[in-house]
């Protein structure tokens, strides 16, 4: 049994469905798994709601240390307002929500006072370090960061220098319909892409991304949520990873395929510019379809960037953050709080 300090963890209901594959939910798996190792003893408590993560935090006994997920954090301003006063709240920021296009006034209301709430903010880059401050959301002397790791991988082999592959929740930051505009202007069709996610968040766009997907005449696989094996074989029979992402503050799919060796064209959003910088990958702007066209065009055609790229993204493996480290980042942010 652990002796050491303790800490309450709240986390979106369904942290471990393999339905409701995220980025957010990866990273909270790990640091829950990791924060033991390194002396804690950890409660986590999944919530559904404002009422659930509400009542979590009345729970807590006086001068208690939570963890909480910046989704269940959204979810209860109130509370957290509430509580703020007798318990030491850390929030685990794993994104902007006003910088998203399509936030609510009533979404990025909710995000200010949480964050106002906290007596510490982890997040999980640099870049939303820096956003959240640019945008006064919250002192920068209150944030660590702690970027996400990787789990050691074998490269692929991927069957063909055209296999392309884009991992995410089908949505409208994810900016899959910008990667098929990009498709439809190639001047070859030797390529295939599959393109992975969930489609349940944001159901509208997931069903038009899949009636366009469907004119590419099989060239374009959705295959919905993929469990850790198929994900593994996703990587591992492709050439390329694609993150057209309109919106990305770091991007767990491009962690899993910087430890493969993968290389990744990407949108220059967010953090995608910090998890590329050791090599291997192309940056275009995002939301420019043109742009990630001549990009693709350019991996196709030119065996000389593929090769450059492949040697640059092999050898910045050696370079990546481990999930331990994230975990000793995450624990020395509870430590101080």
């Not at 401050?133 to 991927?158: F, H, K």
């Not at 929740?169 to 900016?175: C, F, I, N, R």
């Not at 770091?250 to 953090?271: C, F």
């Amino acid at each position: 049994m652990t002796s050491g300090p303790s800490v309450r963890f709240l986390v979106p209901e369904g942290v471990d469905d393999p339905r409701r594959v995220s980025g957010g939910n990866v990273y909270d798996r790990h640091i829950r798994d990791g924060l033991p190792a390194r002396g804690w003893a950890v409660e986590t408590l999944e919530v559904a709601d404002a009422g659930d993560a509400a009542s979590a935090l009345r729970r807590a006994p006086d001068d208690a240390l939570a963890l909480v997920d910046g989704l269940v954090a959204g979810w209860a301003p109130d509370a957290l307002e509430e509580e703020a006063s007798r318990l030491r709240v850390v929030l685990l920021a794993h994104m902007v929500v006003a910088a998203f296009p399509d936030t609510t006034d009533a979404a990025a209301d909710a995000e200010r006072r949480a964050l106002a709430a906290a007596r510490t903010v982890v997040t999980t880059s640099r870049w939303t370090a820096g956003e959240l401050s640019r945008r006064g959301l919250t002192d920068p002397a209150r944030i660590r960061v702690a970027v996400p790791g990787v789990n050691e991988a074998d490269p692929g082999s991927p069957h063909s220098d055209n296999d392309l592959l884009c991992v995410g929740v089908l949505a409208p930051h994810k900016g899959q319909d910008t990667l098929l505009d990009a498709l439809a202007r190639l001047p070859t069709q030797d390529w295939t892409c599959t393109i992975a996610g969930s489609s349940e968040p944001s159901p509208e766009f997931a069903a038009t991304i899949a009636r366009r997907a469907a004119a590419f005449d099989g060239r374009v696989r959705l295959t919905g949520v993929l469990d850790h094996d198929g994900l593994a074989e996703a990587y591992g029979r492709s050439a390329l990873l694609v993150a057209p992402s309109r919106v990305e503050s770091w991007g767990i799919a491009i962690a899993d395929a910087r430890a493969r060796g993968l290389p990744v064209i990407g949108a220059a959003a967010g953090g995608i510019p910090d998890a590329l910088a050791g090599g291997g990958g192309l940056l275009v702007p995002p939301d420019d379809p043109a742009a990630l066209a001549d990009a693709l065009e350019s991996w196709m055609s030119d065996p000389q960037l593929r090769a450059r790229l492949r040697r640059e993204a092999l050898a910045s493996r050696e370079t990546l953050p481990t999930w331990s480290d994230t975990v000793a980042d995450v624990s020395r942010a509870l430590e101080a709080a």
